[in-house]
């Protein structure tokens, strides 16, 4: 089985920076993700690890340690419009299918972002 | 690219109707998959298709949901009979090749059932 934690809320300041956590446990890990979902929107592609280490892309960066089933990712310079849910997501191999891919979603954590 | 593309945008349906939901993925993409978003449960999988073969449908809920696939650009999820415990938004991704790096998300379908 896999098991994903995520804070449920957090809150930071426009112009502020955040680092949201993902802690997981799965057999079989191929990579995680990270997802933006604004209110009522379907969720969009962050940042994909799957090697241990930093990966920026412009004002967000994951990182991850594979020892550790750990992963963060860092939003700098905040704006009102990053209030959103933050979706960490665990791709593993199903066995049974020999490659084929399995994602699975943490809860989210809400990031509402105050003036 | 229009992107993946859900039908309808929204559902309301009352309780023990049949109610079938539509996706067609992005074009050249060879991995599709359900889900089914609620505020107790999150987002989860429901089934997987891959080169428009079911591959892991451990998370459909039980035998009155149904998925198919009947060729690479259409995909449907039906439920029958329909309960009001199934109300939730069910998003249709597809995404490409074995490194399947991205699932690109549709707008999903917002399903009411009274």
């Known amino acids: 089985g896999q098991n994903i934690d995520q804070p449920t809320e957090m809150t930071a300041t426009e112009g502020a920076i955040v680092q949201i956590n993902c802690t997981y446990q799965?057999?079989?890990?191929?990579?995680l993700f990270w997802y933006q979902q604004h209110a009522g929107e379907a969720p969009t592609f962050l940042s994909y690890n799957v090697l241990d280490g930093l990966e920026e892309k412009g004002r967000f960066s994951s990182f991850l340690s594979r020892s550790k089933g750990y992963s963060y990712l860092l939003l700098k310079e905040l704006q009102m419009k990053d209030s959103a849910s933050y979706l960490c997501a665990v791709r593993s191999l199903v066995v049974s299918s020999g490659s084929a891919r399995q994602l699975t979603f943490g809860s989210g954590t809400q990031l509402t972002v105050l003036p | 690219d229009a992107g993946v593309i859900q039908s309808p945008r929204h559902e309301v349906t009352e309780m023990g109707q049949e109610v079938t939901l539509r996706c067609k993925p992005i074009s050249g993409h060879n991995s599709l998959f359900w889900y089914r978003q609620t505020m107790m449960r999150g987002l989860e999988l429901l089934i997987y298709f891959n080169n428009n073969v079911p591959i892991d449908d451990s998370g459909m809920p039980e035998d009155r949901f149904s998925a198919k696939m009947p060729n690479a650009s259409f995909s449907t999820l039906k439920i029958q009979p329909s309960e009001p415990r199934d109300s939730a938004v069910y998003f249709c991704?597809?995404?490409?090749?074995?490194?399947?790096?991205?699932?690109?998300f549709g707008p999903g379908t917002r399903l009411t059932v009274l």
């Open positions: 799965t057999s079989g890990f191929n990579g």
């Open positions: 991704a597809s995404s490409l090749g074995s490194s399947g790096s991205e699932q690109f």
